[in-house]
């Protein structure tokens, strides 16, 4: 069974930083792209970030993008989400995902992209 476990969440103030942990087993997640999506209450979930099989391609919500990086550790088979300059609208379930193809950068910002799905972890940032 393949299973995504996501760590590193917690309540911190306004400009502070985190990484989130996204630890896959189950699946090799080397030929596969990662991806990270987040949910606030009462709102749908919205793409945040995703590395594509290679690390060649990387993309960011403009939300998000020149604070948080993501990478990938293949043979830790984990993905990495670091937070910095968090703000209080970045509040929500932060969830990763394994992509659904092999080699494919198609789709890979959208959730119909990932076929595998983390339980999420929790980032409250409080001004």
């Known amino acids: 069974q393949v299973q995504l476990v996501e760590s590193g969440g917690g309540l911190v103030p306004a400009g502070d930083s985190l990484r989130l942990s996204c630890v896959v087993s189950?699946?090799?997640?080397?030929?596969?792209?990662m991806g990270w999506f987040r949910q606030a209450p009462g709102k749908e979930r919205e793409f945040v970030a995703t590395?594509?099989?290679?690390?060649?391609?990387?993309y960011y919500s403009d939300s998000v993008k020149d604070r948080f990086t993501i990478s990938r550790d293949n043979a830790k088979n984990t993905a990495y989400l670091r937070m910095n300059s968090l703000k209080a609208e970045d509040t929500a379930v932060y969830s990763c995902?394994?992509?659904?193809?092999?080699?494919?950068?198609?789709?890979?910002?959208?959730?119909?992209?990932?076929?595998?799905w983390g339980q999420g972890t929790q980032v409250t940032v409080s001004s």
């Open positions: 995902a394994v992509g659904s193809n092999r080699y494919s950068d198609y789709g890979i910002q959208f959730p119909h992209g990932y076929d595998y």
């Open positions: 189950g699946r090799t997640i080397s030929k596969y792209a």
């Open positions: 590395i594509n099989w290679n690390g060649a391609k990387i």
